[in-house]
């Protein structure tokens, strides 16, 4: 639904990003396994030039943040048509990246949905695989992609 969202509201609409957060929705506080929802679940992590509020409100509004609900990252950058990241493993962890994206040109039908059995979602609409395409994979604590140019983006090249 995501992808949906952002691939129109970008190349349709010309209309810039809407950011995504992550929050734990905490309900459980006192007995803590997996299957709760307990808090510190979610969470977001924002590159800021001070510790101050409104160093954090600016660097969000400029999107320099990212949203998790479990891996942390060292470092997010983008240099030419480059993206990297570095991950700050945990132990025990394997990491698998993938970059995810709608190239120009996509189809943009869609077709009837049907809600799925047991599903709280009314799905109205399917849309085409080509919309939220894995464009590359990476394993491990260093991933990066080059940015081909035909991607649907808000970054200036």
Known sequence: MWDIMLTFRLSRLKLGPLYALA???????????????NPGRGWVMVRARELRTSSIIEAM??????????????????????????????????????????????????????????SLYAVTRRYSEQIGAVLAVAEGLHASYTLQGDEITCVRR
Not at 23 to 37: E, I, L
Not at 85 to 105: H, S
């Open 61 to 118: 509004e400029a999107g320099d943040f990212y949203a998790s609900t479990g891996v942390r990252l060292k470092d997010v950058r983008r240099e030419g048509r480059e993206l990297s990241l570095d991950i700050d493993p945990e132990p025990g962890v394997t990491y698998k990246t993938e970059f995810i994206g709608t190239l120009e040109g996509f189809d943009p039908t869609s077709q009837p949905g049907v809600r799925p059995t047991n």
């Open 23 to 37: 929050v734990d929705d905490a309900h459980r506080y006192h007995h803590f396994v997996g299957t709760n929802s």
